[in-house]
């Protein structure tokens, strides 16, 4: 195993430490977690051959998005976030 150094932001820093304590791992366990799922999540190279195309994604929205404004609108006003 390699040995290495990095420098995070110390807010970061302590959401890391918080995050791990609560999980009973040490940081260098959380690092590694975290950079396998970033690695396996995010390959190196893209197949050779297709063209990366956005994918499509299903909202699952069962609001109209004609109605969703006003939707959103009750909403703020129920958690008090209304606009002024």
Do not use: C
Request: cysteine-free; hydrophobic content about 40%.
């Amino acid at each position: 195993m390699t040995r290495t150094q990095i420098q995070l932001p110390d807010a970061l820093y302590d959401r890391a430490k918080r995050f791990a304590a609560e999980r009973e791992l040490s940081l260098a366990e959380l690092t590694r977690r975290g950079l396998e799922l970033f690695l396996d999540r995010f390959p190196a190279h893209a197949p050779a051959g297709k063209a990366w195309k956005l994918p499509r994604v299903n909202g699952g929205l069962k609001v109209p998005p004609r109605q969703l404004r006003d939707v959103v609108a009750d909403e703020e006003d129920l958690r008090g976030l209304a606009r002024k």
